[in-house]
């Protein structure tokens, strides 16, 4: 969590004066302890030699605009200096407003350049966020305006997906999965063979005689899938025993599988 924090000044003026006589009055210097004779500096109730009001750090003149803090005096940049006012990012001294971040303090500046930046609005992440799978970063309440793509599960926006679409029966799909869906009952079934001898190559055979795959809606997959759909199912396979004798018992699989799914979804 990062707070902004005020840069405390103590910014005086210094009063410029030519020498009054004050009579039965000597006016001593605040540096030197010595008498003043000709112009001096009046520093809230202290006089001092026009050329010994100096920074206390750098031991130059100041200007009109300077750090007091005990009695000593400093110009802004110095008394940051002196005081650790440094940004963890740029090195660089702090003489106003700043961040602190892990006990860290950075200009503000700094600190957006540092800090996470929303994947959907682009501005800078303070605090709690989301962050889905893929490691896009946004803010949590994004994730109510936008749907989220039914294969790969992230938000369909322009920045994340470069957009999406609906289908026919009620799914999203980004455009990143869009990309590579698979409708074709062809290529479907070409991605079975794949599988099919990827599995053999591993010793694991299957006969094509005892499995089939169609692509179908998510509609139809409720109605084949009954009970065992919900949301996140993109596929059910179907079991039936073909014959039954003494020795062994041969079933035929019927595998139901989501059309426009990107060919990752279809193979696992
Ligand atoms: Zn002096
Ligand atoms: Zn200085
Ligand atoms: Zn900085
Ligand atoms: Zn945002
Ligand atoms: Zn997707």
């Given at each position: 969590?990062?707070?902004?924090?005020?840069?405390?000044?103590?910014?005086?003026?210094?009063?410029?004066?030519?020498?009054?006589?004050?009579?039965?009055?000597?006016?001593?210097?605040?540096?030197?302890?010595?008498?003043?004779?000709?112009?001096?500096?009046?520093?809230?109730?202290?006089?001092?030699?026009?050329?010994?009001?100096?920074?206390?750090?750098?031991?130059?003149?100041?200007?009109?605009?300077f750090?007091?803090?005990?009695?000593?005096?400093?110009h802004?940049?110095?008394?940051?200096?002196?005081?650790?006012?440094?940004?963890?990012?740029?090195?660089?001294?702090?003489?106003?407003?700043?961040?602190?971040?892990?006990?860290?303090?950075?200009?503000?500046?700094?600190?957006?350049?540092?800090?996470?930046?929303?994947?959907?609005?682009?501005?800078?992440?303070?605090?709690?966020?989301?962050?889905?799978?893929?490691?896009?970063?946004?803010?949590?309440?994004?994730?109510?305006?936008?749907?989220?793509?039914?294969?790969?599960?992230?938000?369909?926006?322009k920045?994340?997906?470069?957009?999406?679409r609906?289908?026919?029966?009620?799914?999203?799909?980004?455009?990143?999965?869009?990309?590579?869906?698979?409708?074709?009952?062809?290529?479907?079934?070409?991605?079975?063979?794949?599988?099919?001898?990827?599995?053999?190559?591993?010793?694991?055979?299957?006969?094509?005689?005892?499995?089939?795959?169609?692509?179908?809606?998510?509609?139809?997959?409720?109605?084949v899938?009954?009970?065992?759909?919900?949301?996140?199912?993109k596929?059910?396979?179907?079991?039936?025993?073909?014959?039954?004798?003494?020795?062994?018992?041969?079933?035929?699989?019927?595998?139901?599988?989501?059309?426009?799914?990107?060919?990752?979804?279809?193979?696992?």
């Open positions: 969590m990062a707070i902004s924090v005020n840069y405390i000044r103590i910014l005086q003026l210094v009063l410029m004066l030519n020498v009054s006589i004050i009579l039965g009055q000597s006016i001593i210097c605040f540096s030197c302890n010595k008498e003043v004779e000709g112009d001096y500096l009046k520093v809230g109730n202290k006089y001092f030699h026009p050329d010994h009001f100096v920074c206390d750090y750098c031991k130059k003149p100041l200007p009109a605009k750090m007091s803090d005990n009695s000593k005096y400093y802004s940049e110095c008394y940051a200096e002196v005081k650790g006012f440094k940004c963890e990012y740029c090195k660089k001294v702090i003489t106003n407003e700043y961040m602190i971040s892990n006990n860290k303090k950075y200009h503000k500046s700094c600190f957006e350049q540092i800090s996470p930046k929303c994947k959907v609005c682009e501005k800078t992440l303070v605090g709690t966020f989301s962050v889905d799978y893929y490691g896009n970063k946004y803010h949590s309440y994004h994730e109510n305006k936008f749907p989220r793509c039914t294969c790969c599960n992230r938000l369909i926006t920045s994340i997906t470069s957009g999406g609906d289908y026919s029966d009620g799914r999203s799909i980004c455009n990143i999965c869009f990309a590579d869906a698979i409708f074709d009952q062809g290529r479907i079934s070409g991605l079975l063979e794949k599988v099919r001898n990827k599995l053999s190559s591993m010793g694991i055979s299957i006969s094509s005689a005892q499995i089939s795959i169609s692509g179908v809606s998510q509609i139809e997959l409720k109605k899938a009954g009970d065992y759909f919900s949301d996140g199912v596929g059910f396979c179907e079991t039936n025993i073909l014959t039954t004798n003494r020795s062994q018992t041969k079933y035929s699989h019927k595998i139901y599988i989501l059309n426009g799914l990107p060919a990752i979804n279809l193979e696992s």
